[in-house]
């Protein structure tokens, strides 16, 4: 049954404090990890797919970024389609679209068929994504904005550990076909979730300020987007070649690689959250940075199930703690009105690394002849992340000390 009451639903106190698990977060939380299984589990396959219909290293790289420009561009539009749309019925547009995309890579054999098929779900992810993390913000109480990300966030990040695993057993088991038709039924299913949910309006800009432009980055939060965009490229080596890197080792490792995961994830999303809201991002991003790079260093390293435990738990550590802990760093430091811009910002800036990250190691593999050259390239990037934040948060816009220690 619909409810009608958003304040009852989205808006809750407690002894005169707003609290984080409303019936409306929840519903958001579970919506988002509708919308990013669906993501999730064409992350391995998808390259196996393209690979066993004859495109090359790079050729999958070239049409994996196809997403990427795709989903840029509705990010880029969706400050101004808010004010435009209902936000929930651009919600279920988006939905809608990624569905008819994923059952387009069934016939996508040829690249320009591929690439097209990929251009339009990354439309409808790129629009669903950013709307829904604006809305789901919007519910969250300022005091709790880490913790509430990461709660949200564990979704997401969830999702990846467990997504990729379960659409190498569908493809394993069932076939192409019935993985394309699962992910689309799996959009369909967050869809009629938000049946279920009463409208929620973004908040508007103050009377009379000018419309939000379309930007890429926005100067809101253009470091936290540099982040994003540094990590962005770090996940594409592990979700888009890590199954087609175990592959070439004679390993079938993937998909126990995303489920051992799944422990870091728990743990990180556990305390993370409440560590940076009461000791500041610092904390919590200095830690997952090195063992994001200790993980990424010791996946060709891999010989047996003790390394690979050792590197999917710290994959899962850093990949669980780094998402919504830069986006709840973003958050709080925006007005409300400008939740939207920011998260398109932040989850453009991941794109554009994802996209990136999947071309330049694509080209490596190429030129190297081998899948691991992408872990290579990877470690540069994770070394120069962590000289970027060690610099500019530590050095040249150092954190102000917490006021109290009070846990929130």
């Not at 539009?77 to 939905?95: E, K």
């Not at 800036?349 to 872990?375: I, K, N, P």
């Amino acid at each position: 049954m619909k409810i009608k009451n958003t304040d009852t639903y989205f808006f809750e106190t407690q002894n005169g404090v707003a609290k984080l698990w409303t019936a409306g977060f929840r519903a958001f939380l579970c919506l988002n990890v509708f919308i990013f299984l669906g993501f999730d589990v064409l992350l391995p396959t998808l390259t196996l797919y393209l690979e066993g219909h004859g495109h090359s290293r790079d050729a999958i790289g070239r049409i994996f970024s196809f997403f990427m420009i795709a989903a840029i561009i509705m990010r880029m539009m969706a400050p101004r389609l808010v004010l435009l749309v209902r936000p929930f019925l651009l919600v279920r547009l988006g939905l809608l679209i990624g569905s008819l995309a994923v059952v387009g890579y069934y016939f996508g054999h040829s690249a320009p068929a591929a690439s097209t098929a990929r251009f339009f779900h990354g439309l409808g992810f790129g629009i669903t994504s950013t709307i829904l993390t604006a809305m789901a913000a919007q519910t969250i109480p300022a005091p709790k904005m880490a913790q509430g990300m990461g709660f949200l966030g564990l979704g997401t990040i969830l999702t990846l550990a467990l997504g990729p695993s379960l659409g190498i057993w569908l493809k394993d088991h069932l076939g192409y076909l019935p993985l394309f038709l699962t992910v689309a039924g799996i959009y369909l299913a967050g869809l009629l979730w938000t049946l279920k949910m009463p409208d929620l309006k973004l908040s508007a800009p103050p009377e009379g300020q000018k419309r939000p432009k379309l930007v890429l980055l926005s100067r809101l939060a253009l470091a936290p987007s540099f982040l994003m965009f540094m990590i962005g490229i770090s996940i594409s080596s592990v979700a888009i070649y890590i199954a087609l890197y175990f592959n070439e080792m004679g390993l079938a490792y993937s998909g126990r690689f995303f489920g051992l995961s799944t422990i870091g994830i728990l743990i990180a999303r556990v305390f993370a959250g409440r560590i940076q809201d009461r000791h500041g991002h610092r904390w919590v991003l200095t830690p997952a940075i090195i063992l994001m790079t200790t993980s990424v260093l010791m996946i060709p390293r891999v010989t047996g199930p003790v390394s690979l435990f050792l590197a999917a738990v710290m994959w899962g550590l850093s990949t669980g703690s780094l998402f919504p802990s830069v986006q709840a760093m973003s958050f709080s430091s925006v007005p409300a009105h400008g939740r939207t811009e920011v998260a398109s910002s932040v989850f453009n800036a991941f794109d554009l690394g994802m996209g990136t990250g999947s071309v330049v190691f694509g080209l490596l593999c190429e030129y190297f002849h081998t899948y691991r050259a992408a872990y290579w390239g990877n470690t540069v990037n994770l070394l120069g992340l962590l000289a970027f934040y060690l610099i500019y948060y530590f050095a040249l816009h150092p954190e102000h000390p917490r006021t109290s220690k009070k846990p929130v």
